[in-house]
């Protein structure tokens, strides 16, 4: 019994433990996003890099351009399948080498990193953006009007969803 209570008891530091270095860890990622720096733990967003030891993210010349390109051409009424497709025919590399998809075209076109800010707690209820100490690869202005362009088009989607009648072939009623 009493070494079923010291393995208990063990147990209970550590996970207390794991909870403290959880809560220290989300902490200095605030601070670190509210002192104006991208977290970047895994890889900085296209266009930038971050050099290991520097806390600002620089521009990567041939990344921003495409970057630059990509808002240009949805800019311009092209879809972001018309733009994955452009990227892909032109053999441009993702950041790691990937394939291009819709979702990471979407991601670049309404991330607030390519205007000069940072952000915290993506999907989450604790979500921020501050003023970045990085440079900006688009304007504030071209950034807002693509994010009212994107919005009306998913706006326009959900109205377009309850447009059409059904009709139920069985019954022979309209639905």
């Known amino acids: 019994p009493s070494g079923r209570m010291f393995i208990k008891i063990i147990g209970l530091f550590a996970e207390f433990e794991r909870e403290t270095i959880a809560e220290r860890i989300k902490i200095g990622f605030e601070r670190k996003v509210k002192e104006g720096y991208s977290i970047c733990s895994s890889t900085s967003s296209y266009g930038y890099s971050r050099i290991k030891g520097e806390k600002i993210q620089i521009i990567k010349k041939e ?44 991601n670049i076109l309404t991330n607030p990193n390519y205007i000069g800010k940072v ?51 069985k019954e022979k009623k309209k639905i």
Not at 82 to 105: D, Q
Not at 127 to 139: D, P, T, V
Not at 157 to 169: D, T, V
């Open 63 to 106: 990344e921003a351009l495409v970057v630059k390109k990509i808002f240009n051409m949805y800019q311009n009424n092209k879809s972001i399948r018309e733009i994955k497709e452009y990227l892909m025919s032109h053999k441009i590399p993702t950041k790691k080498n990937k394939t291009w998809s819709n979702k990471m075209i979407t």
């Open 119 to 169: 952000r915290y707690g993506i999907n989450r209820k604790d979500y921020f953006e501050i003023e970045g100490k990085h440079q900006n690869i688009i304007s504030r202005q071209e950034f807002i009007c693509i994010q009212k362009k994107i919005k009306n088009k998913l706006k326009t989607k959900e109205e377009a969803y309850y447009s059409n009648k059904l009709i139920c072939k």
